[in-house]
């Protein structure tokens, strides 16, 4: 005989999950007031597409957990940052946020929030079907990780405000026929500068001054916190600022498995052009974190001047140490130290080498 189960809150539950289709796809086109959706069920094609609320949007989606084994879902990234995905995640749908392309793949110049969507979801569809290539994924970082990150972009922030409004100072003062450089509101410089100046022209610049004062007083004291956050011992040449921004962009040096994940990431690496027997080398791709990137190129050029015993800057010294050479190739050299240096800050954070090995000078940070 059929033994049935006794409990007939498991016999509901046998029979829902019985009716529940395997899978649900979302492609979602995220906007501050509206999220535009076009749904997949299962192997079916796309569904018209639904407009809602975020709050309304939410409530809809737990709707779509009841039909369902997996609902997976997507966006693109952008200023809306990752708390719709951690809203996602938390209610159970398996979301992933994707790096924004150009979704009108055909060029029909048909290019709106439904066909976006629409773009989305067809691509999510292939992408749980087991193409990894369908979506060009992107790392969503912790809490603590954003909020550490957002700590050295603000102080990066500060820095292009206080060029942007310097610049408008002297932007002003070269309308009158002055032209002077862009520390012309620094203390020493203005002593001197403002009995030159009619009056009404200094009164107008001193607005410019008191913004600068506070923005530089704002950058400085962000800068202080991020040497402070930085380890007292690191190699020389590597700042506490440096350390500080490289660590914030990278997050886990961990979620890497090998030099290759890290050098792209860098978009340190060269590009290239093949096709049948033709094959072109191209500059490097500049596809990945542009903050970083600008960090390393920094690094590598310190490192050429405080680190010359280390096995990296050995390597490339017949350049660096050529009088003959040309500014070229001193850069193409500099690209290539700043792409290993990347790989072995990865394989030093991880433990999977130490400093010694490396060739590094470790110094004790003053102050």
Known sequence: MKQHPSNTSQVRGEQDASNKIPTLKLGLDVHADSIVVVRILDQRGPQPAQKFTPAKFLAWVQTQLALATQVHSCYEAGPFGYGLHRELVKL???NVVVQPVCLDERHTGVNHDKSDARALALRLDRYVAGNPHALATVRVPSPQEEQKRIESRQREQLKREVLRVAAQGR?????????????WWEEKRWERLAVQLPAWLTARLEVFRRVLATLT???DAATAT??????AVRPKGLGGLTYAVVEREIGDWGRFANRRQVGSYTGLCGGVS???RTTHLLPITKHGNVRLRTALI??????????RDCRLVKKWWPIFGNPKATKAAKKKAIVAIARQMAVDLWRWRTGRVQ???????MVQAQG
């Open 92 to 94: 159970g749908v398996r």
């Open 171 to 183: 932007s002003l003062l070269l309308t009158q026929g002055w032209r002077e450089k862009n520390r």
């Open 217 to 219: 007083d704002e950058r």
């Open 226 to 231: 991020l040497e402070k956050a930085a380890p």
């Open 274 to 276: 093949a096709s049948g």
């Open 298 to 307: 920094e690094l590598a050029w310190r490192l050429v001047l405080w680190q």
């Open 355 to 361: 400093p010694a090995t490396l060739g590094w000078l």
